[in-house]
């Protein structure tokens, strides 16, 4: 069987004639690790890895490139953040991948997905007793349905929900970017101040 190569392998197979510095070297193999990031933290998040899988994924990385690519599998996750995704299932990567300097964005998530799974739940009890009321009145049957997108609360509720992810997002991306420790402002239940009508997040 052939064996793999690398790209720093085909790189310098090609390059036999010049000499590589060790920092050449060293860039070349961390932009090898971190090209891996997207397609690791992608496997967990179509299910196709668990948390642990991937973190194992992330463990094999030298140590060398392993902050590095901490950081990257962190922006990557909150790329994908959204009021629409189940943030409690995402919460426990975030919290292992975490380190000090990150806990107060992990804090905050961890409420805002809390409070997520309290309004899914407000509606779930809330669209049981409109559908009480309907059967009372004898509208009963399959075809009946009460959509959460008529309820102005509802609507309300994931305005706020949106814009304090975002702002979250903003501020910890900054922060990885940065290496700042600071933590995420805004209360929890409060829209950031300037913020007016709701942002598209279907795009």
Do not use: C
């Not at 194992?56 to 629409?84: G, V």
């Amino acid at each position: 069987m052939a064996e793999i190569k690398s790209t720093l392998d085909i790189v310098l197979e090609k390059t036999k004639h010049l000499v590589l510095t060790p920092q050449e070297r060293q860039a070349m193999e961390r932009k090898e690790h971190l090209e891996r990031v997207p397609g690791m933290v992608q496997r967990f998040l179509d299910g196709a890895w668990s948390l642990e899988q991937m973190l194992e994924a992330w463990k094999n990385i030298p140590e060398t490139y392993r902050e590095d690519a901490r950081k990257s599998m962190l922006q990557k996750l909150l790329d994908f953040l959204s009021e629409k995704k189940s943030l409690g299932a995402l919460v426990p990567a975030f919290q292992a991948l975490g380190s000090t300097t990150d806990l107060p964005y992990v804090d905050r998530l961890s409420q805002l997905a809390m409070k997520n799974k309290e309004a899914d739940d407000s509606w779930e009890a809330r669209q049981n007793r409109l559908l009480a009321r309907l059967a009372e009145k004898g509208i009963r049957g399959d075809a009946v349905h009460v959509t959460p997108a008529l309820d102005p609360q509802w609507n309300e509720s994931l305005d706020t929900m949106a814009h304090q992810i975002e702002t979250l997002k903003i501020q910890w991306l900054a922060a990885l970017t940065e290496n700042v420790s600071s933590a995420p402002s805004g209360p929890i239940g409060a829209r950031p101040v300037g913020s007016e009508g709701r942002k598209n997040t279907d795009e």
